[in-house]
């Protein structure tokens, strides 16, 4: 008999349900939160498993790696496609998602999540944590230019002279007490920017062994951190059949909403990874306003730009770097500059 299996996982406890192809429940019970005890529990109540559901979420990557290594038919599911389902429930418990998630997969209606690999995971923690001290450094820098206003010490750039400096020669006697916790946020900027910097050699070290890198970084606007956060976001380019929806993935395509005889467009969806769309907007800015070199991709965006405004021109560029970024690591090519290329690559 064909056996599914949902998998409510939690820190601890994992709650298991197996169920037949007649929908009916074989066995129901809990194991560890580990991919041991989940694969144990798996190979002695549901031997025959077609499909093995879980919901994405903190765990789901270490558990979808080790029990796929282990040849397990395990399936990754959206967790907000699978609420909408488990919603129905009258009561909510970590039984009852289980055994949802079990008619989930037998049913077959779900939508199944790629989990990335572990060395997109890697490079994407080291982009995450550069995001963070980043706005860490931002915060504790206004605090400092905070502090130092009340007592009438406005900080100015200085052609030369570094932050720190800066902040050193406004703290000098007789500036009193106030310079000992002046002196403590620096300590920390200081601190903050040499972490950063840190990060920044590594992730220089990994864009220059990556081929797939350097690649994208030839289109206008496309820096180091945009390339590397597009190439951990997608993972794999076969995932998109075609170019075109990577813009949708990222959430750069406005919603819809149609029903009888309404039907109206409204803002970009906001789906997605909203470090790699924030890094794709600030390089079609970049393209748009500081790039001197003309391309058919700047044309297009300057169009928009005196149609629809600045704003509305920078996401439209920002969905087709992403699109022409996709069919580039696809195919192999390289970006070229004339109109031809622009029209291959829309």
Not at 30 to 40: A, K, Q, V
Not at 279 to 287: C, G, K, M, P, R
């Amino acid at each position: 008999m064909e056996q599914f299996v949902g998998l409510d996982v939690s820190q601890d406890i994992t709650h298991v349900c197996v169920i037949g192809s007649d929908g009916k429940i074989i066995w129901q019970g809990t194991c560890l939160s580990t991919p041991e005890g989940i694969s144990g529990a798996i190979k002695a109540k549901a031997p025959q498993a077609i499909r093995i559901g879980l919901e994405s979420g903190p765990l789901s990557t270490w558990h979808w790696h080790a029990l796929k290594a282990e040849g397990l038919p395990i399936v990754c599911l959206d967790a907000r496609h699978a609420k909408a389902a488990l919603n129905m429930q009258m009561n909510k418990t970590d039984k009852n998602d289980a055994h949802g998630l079990a008619q989930i997969v037998k049913a077959g209606w779900y939508r199944e999540v790629g989990v990335k690999s572990l060395d997109s995971h890697t490079i994407r923690s080291m982009l995450g944590a550069r995001a963070q001290l980043v706005a860490m450094r931002v915060e504790v820098s206004n605090q400092i230019r905070g502090m130092l206003k009340t007592f009438g010490v406005v900080l100015r750039r200085r052609d030369g002279l570094s932050f720190e400096t800066l902040v050193s020669e406004a703290c000098a006697p007789p500036a009193g007490r106030v310079s000992h916790t002046v002196r403590a946020l620096l300590i920390v900027y200081t601190g903050l920017k040499q972490q950063i910097l840190c990060l920044d050699r590594e992730l220089a070290r990994y864009a220059r062994e990556s081929v797939t890198c350097r690649r994208l970084m030839s289109i206008p606007g496309i820096g180091l951190l945009t390339a590397i956060a597009f190439i951990t976001a997608i993972d794999d380019p076969v995932r998109f059949a075609k170019s075109s929806s990577v813009g949708a993935y990222l959430g750069l395509t406005p919603r819809r909403y149609q029903s009888g005889e309404a039907d109206h467009n409204g803002k970009i969806s906001k789906c997605g990874d909203p470090l790699v769309r924030a890094y794709l907007f600030e390089a079609a800015t970049t393209l748009l306003t500081r790039v001197e070199k003309w391309s058919a991709l700047k044309a297009w965006g300057l169009r928009i730009a005196k149609k629809s405004g600045m704003k509305k021109a920078a996401v439209a560029v920002a969905r087709k770097m992403a699109v022409i970024m996709h069919r580039l690591w696809a195919t192999g090519g390289t970006f070229r500059w004339s109109s031809t290329a622009a029209v291959e690559t829309a």
